[in-house]
């Protein structure tokens, strides 16, 4: 569980990068895996303003993984039962 601590020194550290400013936003991933490719959109993270290097508050980029896990087994799932690829 995140701290209100560690949500103050992701917000008072300068990108790794660039030095730019980071802000918290709703950010999109996209994955690939086994020729699947999915996309999880809107999940917060901070990034930098300037070059868009995106970080993870504690714990939120082992909720994405999972989810990211989660879809593609679904995926996997659906190909093995012969439906056809979504585009």
């Keep these: 569980?995140?701290?209100?601590?560690?949500?103050k020194k992701l917000r008072g550290r300068p990108c790794s990068d660039c030095g730019?400013?980071?802000?918290?936003?709703a950010v999109t991933q996209e994955f690939e895996r086994e020729g699947i490719k999915i996309t999880i959109s809107d999940f917060d993270a901070w990034a930098c303003i300037n070059?868009?290097?995106?970080?993870?508050?504690?714990?939120?980029?082992?909720?994405?993984?999972e989810e990211a896990n989660r879809l593609f087994a679904l995926e996997k799932q659906r190909r093995s039962k012969g439906c056809p690829q979504e585009s």
Excluded: H, W
């Design 1 to 7: 569980m995140r701290t209100e601590n560690d949500i």
């Design 20 to 25: 730019g400013a980071v802000q918290r936003k």
């Design 51 to 65: 070059c868009g290097e995106i970080y993870f508050e504690p714990g939120s980029a082992d909720k994405l993984v």
